[in-house]
């Protein structure tokens, strides 16, 4: 049985940082891409940031470029996303996601498997 458990959301300012964890169990991670979602109240989920199955390729979306980082650790089946220079349009509920095969997409219709989700909340 697949679970995605994420953590390390919470409240910060405008400016600040935070890092996001997903344990995932139930597979054999390695052989998956893996990514990160967010939906903000209102809005339809979107796409953060993917990596493929052995960490070689990354993709993000525009609006997160140079502020956050993917990540994966085989080894250990975690998944982390490291958030920087956060801004209150970051504010959403983030998800992450097993992905169906291994390579790096944030289309959300190439995931099989999400978590339950973490609420990140940036204040101005």
């Known amino acids: 049985q697949v679970q995605l458990v994420e953590s390390g959301g919470g409240s910060v300012q405008a400016g600040g940082s935070l890092r996001l964890s997903c344990a995932a169990s139930g597979y054999t991670y390695s052989m998956y891409s893996m990514g990160w979602f967010r939906q903000a109240p209102g809005k339809e989920r979107e796409g953060v940031a993917a990596i493929s199955n052995e960490g070689m390729l990354t993709f993000y979306a525009d609006s997160v470029k140079g502020r956050f980082t993917i990540s994966r650790d085989n080894a250990k089946n975690t998944l982390v996303l490291q958030m920087h220079s956060m801004k209150p349009e970051d504010t959403a509920m983030y998800y992450c996601?097993?992905?169906?095969?291994?390579?790096?997409?944030?289309?959300?219709?190439?995931?099989?498997?999400w978590g339950q989700g973490t609420q990140v909340t940036v204040s101005a």
């Open positions: 996601a097993r992905g169906r095969d291994s390579g790096a997409t944030i289309d959300p219709d190439r995931y099989i498997d």
